[in-house]
């Protein structure tokens, strides 16, 4: 009775837990470097707006989330009608799939490797996935990409800045591409990570949505990074108003809850937090980078709260021996790239540990 579409599928390969590891290795502290959370945890303004909402969980919250809507919405001077809120924006992403392709007809366009939630709801929907190899470099083949657009694509997933390897397009370069897209073609800019781009303004294409209306861009933005509410699950589109509302009717109403909405709308409050963070990361993404080089790993460009880096040894070695010592980080085999690593960028006590431990495991302390 299982459709063999399901029975082929891959599940999602998720970063392993603290809890995981403590129990596997006998640990009693273990460092989570691995999911490109927030290490400093939760705002304290988000803890306290949540804490007070508690009690109404009982209530079934309203369909679209329409408070938080009009708060992103005054957050980024755009009208809520441009805003969809969904249960993080792996949902939107489902969404998307199911309002614009036609299983068994359409087409969608990702680069490998990407975030892989976009292929695998692509082919639970029954619609034929094209993969775009990225450049060696990890740049973006915008000319490959926008060849292998037919009339059956109905979809094209640029995630900037980029997951697993940090690189980030500028802004001009991304609005020329945008442009040449056919417009019954929907480009999808995934911007999980651009709070951690430096200047924002180089790289979203944000500001031009808000100038020229862009029609055919869908630009996706999550809670679960900076914000630090990963595991509140909320993330959100900005759309035109007639794609945003067909997300909206397709939506599962309940989606998102009570709580989650809360929290969102308080994150967007917190501005100390949120410039904390930034700071913290930005400033830490150039120690590690430093240090890594030092310690004869390759780590690549970053405009994101992690580093992808290529080790002198097996990179399956070093991820294993440095799970041993307490500290998850993400081997990229799911992602096809055996020989590379990613790491989020911790708190500055963590990346310490961090350091010393590689340090430690490639003979160099
Ligand atoms: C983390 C991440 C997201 C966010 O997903 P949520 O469902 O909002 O937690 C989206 N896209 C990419 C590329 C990511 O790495």
């Avoid at 009693?28 to 988000?46: C, D, Y």
Wanted: hydrophobic share 40%; glycine share 4%; charged share 20%.
């Amino acid at each position: 009775m299982i459709r063999t579409t399901v029975k082929q599928f891959k599940p999602y390969s998720p970063g392993l837990s603290i809890a995981e590891i403590k129990n596997q290795y006998q640990l009693t502290s273990v460092i989570k470097m691995a999911s490109n959370e927030n290490p400093l945890g939760m705002s304290p303004l988000v803890i306290e707006a949540v804490s007070k909402k508690i009690a109404e969980a009982f209530r079934y919250p309203r369909p679209g989330s329409p408070k938080l809507r009009r708060a992103i919405a005054r957050h980024l001077q755009l009208s809520e009608e441009n805003i969809v809120v969904g249960n993080g924006s792996d949902e939107i992403i489902d969404l998307l799939i199911r309002c614009t392709a036609e299983p068994g007809k359409n087409n969608i366009l990702v680069f490998s490797p990407s975030f892989s939630i976009y292929r695998m709801q692509g082919l639970l929907h029954g619609v034929k996935i094209k993969d775009i190899p990225l450049n060696t470099d990890f740049s973006f083949p915008l000319n490959n990409l926008l060849a292998s657009i037919d009339e059956n694509t109905s979809l094209v997933f640029l995630t900037n800045p980029d997951n697993p390897s940090g690189f980030a397009l500028d802004r001009y370069t991304l609005l020329e591409f945008a442009k040449q897209i056919p417009k019954d073609t929907l480009l999808v800019i995934d911007e999980a990570y651009i709070d951690f781009a430096h200047p924002i303004e180089k790289y979203t294409l944000l500001d031009e949505f808000l100038k020229k209306g862009l029609k055919n861009v869908v630009i996706l933005r999550t809670f679960s990074k900076i914000y630090a509410l990963a595991g509140l699950r909320i993330g959100y589109a900005i759309a035109e108003k007639e794609i945003a509302s067909h997300l909206l009717r397709i939506k599962l109403p309940f989606s998102v809850n009570h709580l989650a909405e809360t929290a969102a709308a308080a994150a967007l409050q917190d501005t100390y937090f949120y410039q904390y963070t930034k700071s913290m990361v930005t400033n830490e993404r150039r120690r590690l980078q430093k240090e890594i080089t030092g310690l004869h790993c390759t780590p690549y460009p970053s405009q994101t709260n992690f580093i992808m880096f290529s080790t002198p040894l097996s990179a399956d070695h070093l991820f294993k021996e440095l799970l041993k010592k307490g500290i998850i980080i993400r081997s990229l085999k799911s992602y096809g790239l055996p020989n590379h690593l990613r790491v989020t960028i911790g708190t500055p006590e963590e990346n310490t540990t961090f350091l010393s431990t590689l340090a430690d495991i490639l003979n160099l302390a």
